[in-house]
T-cell receptor
């Protein structure tokens, strides 16, 4: 079983739609969780950290469910510029950033 | 803004050559990492370092070595390049801390022929 699992997609959604991605992790001792965004032929960049209480940044909402060991990312009112691959990242190294990446979920927002 | 610079964007080498990939960061980060990214496999950790002259194996260290003689520089070495090492190589750095993000360089696309 992979340590961090994501549906690779692609998710093709129309502009303005709401889309949600889930990611499951296998290590119940994992401490920190992140979503990164990677544009085509570019490096990954931090989108947001994921906190136990859930957190929101504009149109983006991240949730953590420790009991079921998954994290989620919700994007509201999708824009063309949201088209990218979204990487789920889990850290169980106590803050040393020796993280595990999911394979990524590809999102394509269509006009 | 944090800057992580990789020495080459594209590199073509022959089988058996020794290859050096250089990475420099300018924010005094303790931690540095080398990943490779392949379609269908995602990012996989090759080696990482938490301090100068310190190195730890990641998930796929075979065929690679690293060097960290200065805090800002982390080098990846392919001792004898093989075709299965054709990949995108990404260097990253971070501070130590629970919410410290990884900052990536823009990658080196290595082709081994």
């Amino acid at each position: 079983r992979k340590e961090v699992e994501q549906d690779p997609g692609p998710f093709n959604v129309p502009e303005g739609a709401t889309v949600a991605f889930n990611c499951t992790y296998s290590n119940s001792a994992s401490q920190s969780f992140f979503w990164y965004r990677q544009d085509c032929r570019k490096e990954p960049k931090l989108l947001m950290s994921v906190y136990s209480s859930g957190n929101e940044d504009g149109r983006f909402t991240a949730q953590l469910n420790r009991a079921s060991q998954y994290i989620s990312l919700l994007i509201r009112d999708s824009k063309l510029s949201d088209s990218a691959t979204y990487l789920c990242v889990v850290d169980d190294s106590g803050g040393y950033q020796k993280v595990t990446f999911g394979i990524g979920t590809k999102l394509q927002v269509i006009p | 803004d944090v800057k992580v610079t990789q020495s080459s964007r594209y590199l073509v080498k022959r089988t058996g050559e020794k290859v050096f990939l250089e990475c420099v960061q300018d924010m005094d980060h303790e931690n540095m990492f080398w990943y490779r990214q392949d379609p269908g496999l995602g990012l996989r950790l090759i080696y990482f370092s938490y301090d100068v002259k310190m190195k730890e194996k990641g998930d796929i260290p075979e065929g690679y070595s690293v060097s960290r003689e200065k805090k800002e520089r982390f080098s990846l070495i392919l001792e004898s390049a093989s075709t299965n090492q054709t990949s995108m190589y990404l260097c990253a750095s971070s501070k130590t801390g629970m919410d410290s993000p990884l900052h990536f360089g823009n990658g080196t696309r290595l082709t081994v022929t």
